[in-house]
């Protein structure tokens, strides 16, 4: 089984593998996984970094590892102006929810009462699948956390 301790941001290194995963699993310190190309790969990163959509894992082998986003079930609710998405905006993160956040659209893991909040403020719902990047939270040191989870010794 492969393993990875280390994660990039990037590198001038061809790209191994892949693995697609789903925001859950992204969350995840610990993980085992098959990768897109079949390899059993055992990831283990610091806790309370998400993996993030686009950074690479290197195995102790050397091996790079790129961290793809699955599509997954989402409410998008999308405002035609900004003072309806600076508003569901502060409501939704008022509720604690973990959300991505775009250009006049907001989107949450669905959840019928925040769909009907938003569409209260004026906006609409798309349900369509698609890859759940939310924001890691405000007192992140880091985008791409370089760091190790296990010594040298």
């Not at 690479?56 to 102006?81: F, R």
């Not at 973990?98 to 938003?118: M, N, Y």
């Amino acid at each position: 089984m492969l393993q990875a301790f280390e994660r990039l941001s990037h590198s001038h290194s061809p790209i191994d593998d892949s693995v697609t995963l789903d925001q859950d699993t992204r969350k995840k310190a610990r993980i085992k996984i098959s990768t897109d190309q079949g390899q059993t790969l055992g990831i283990f990163m610091q806790r309370g970094h998400p993996l993030l959509v686009g950074e690479l894992l290197k195995t102790e082998c050397g091996l790079l590892i790129e961290v793809k986003g699955k599509a997954e079930d989402v409410s998008t609710a999308i405002a035609t102006d900004w003072m309806d998405f600076s508003r569901i905006c502060y409501h939704l993160g008022n509720r604690h929810t973990s959300l991505q956040i775009g250009e006049l659209w907001v989107r949450f893991k669905p959840d019928h009462v925040l769909e009907e909040l938003a569409k209260n403020y004026g906006l609409s719902i798309d349900r369509t699948a698609a890859v759940f990047e939310p924001e890691n939270g405000a007192y992140g040191s880091q985008k791409y956390p370089h760091s190790h989870s296990h010594s040298h010794d």
